[in-house]
């Protein structure tokens, strides 16, 4: 009977606040740092899932092709690519490590069973350092864009996940850029960071900042229209789901389903623009590339409804925090 009492009370100090029970959800609106943090979790865990299956594609595709010095290869975590430029043949990197693997399942078996289990996350500290900041930049981004668009045009427009997605993708690009121009760098030629510090100066004495951004274009040409067309596809899987399932907010299956159908669209219509984004980005440090590109589908769809699917869990998840803590404040202003 209490329990009733105090649920009445929070719905009318609800109604008496927002003015309608439809308007309700502004209250418990999540924050930019909370935005940020599911996004760094997000992140995170679909690192840790994706990545073994790069880093064993790589070693497969090491028994059959020479990582010598002067190719590269491109990794992904899951979150972004990154190029690999190989070092010297008397180092032993993780991609260089001897195995004789029939297949995937044979090379994760003894992978683990040599080498431990870490060895699956080769290569996957220095890449995160990019890839988290850029992915809570993006996602936080295209939140806080969509409301602002949503406040001017209304939110049954169509082109707000283009333009949000588009904007808050070039963003996270642009700032990422050099970081990861740098991060190349330094792997490629083995640099201290002093060295670094003389090379950057020198090169934006010679060049200019903008060198800094050398290999910006490819990737824009790709990750933009990438991004609107996900966006797009997402939010109308994602409505069109949760009407046909009569869920108020997405569920996580919701999510995930409407993020691996909208990242497989998208990967397939901008795969041209990958192609060129490839060669052009491993053309920039002037190495060849390794003719072993596995297509990109077959990642990116489990990497976007991962990520997506974890990261409208958290922010669920901060929903219902503040949605606890408004219920308390009420409680305790009546009491």
Not at 1 to 16: I, T
Not at 102 to 113: E, P, S, W, Y
Not at 121 to 146: C, K
Not at 283 to 298: A, D
Request: with cysteine; charged share 20%; glycine share 4%.
């Amino acid at each position: 009977m209490q329990e009733n009492n105090c649920q009445q009370r929070v719905l009318f100090y609800e109604r008496k606040i927002m003015g309608s029970e439809e308007n309700t959800k502004e209250l418990y609106k999540i924050t930019p740092t909370q935005q940020a943090i599911a996004s760094c979790c997000g992140a995170i865990v679909t690192s840790l899932l994706v990545t073994p299956f790069d880093v064993v594609k790589i070693r497969l595709q090491a028994q059959s092709n020479s990582f010598a010095n002067g190719k590269c290869f491109v990794y992904s975590n899951g979150l972004m690519d990154h190029v690999y430029v190989c070092e010297d043949q008397n180092s032993k990197p993780w991609y260089k490590k001897p195995g004789h693997f029939r297949g995937m399942l044979d090379a994760f078996v003894k992978i683990i069973k040599i080498e431990g289990i870490k060895s699956l996350w080769s290569g996957l500290p220095p890449t995160l350092i990019m890839a988290v900041p850029s992915t809570v930049i993006y996602f936080t981004s295209y939140d806080q864009l969509s409301e602002v668009l949503i406040s001017k045009l209304g939110k049954d427009n169509d082109h707000i996940p283009v333009l949000a997605g588009s904007i808050s993708r070039l963003g996270s690009l642009t700032v990422i850029s050099p970081l990861e121009l740098i991060r190349t760098k330094m792997q490629s030629r083995q640099l201290s960071y002093k060295q670094l510090r003389i090379y950057i100066n020198n090169t934006v004495a010679k060049d200019g900042w903008r060198s800094l951004w050398r290999g910006w274009s490819p990737t824009v040409l790709r990750d933009v229209p990438f991004s609107a067309m996900y966006w797009y596809h997402y939010e109308l899987m994602k409505k069109q789901l949760c009407k046909t399932f009569d869920a108020h907010e997405p569920t996580f299956m919701i999510s995930f389903t409407s993020g691996a159908a909208a990242g497989s669209i998208a990967a397939t219509v901008t795969l041209p623009f990958d192609v060129v984004k490839t060669h052009k980005q491993t053309e920039i440090w002037e190495y060849e590339t390794l003719n072993c590109i596995v297509p990109r589908l077959i990642k990116v769809a489990p990497a976007c409804a991962i990520m997506i699917s974890t990261y409208e869990y958290g922010k669920s998840f901060f929903r219902k925090l503040n949605k606890e803590k408004i219920h308390k404040a009420i409680n305790s202003h009546s009491s």
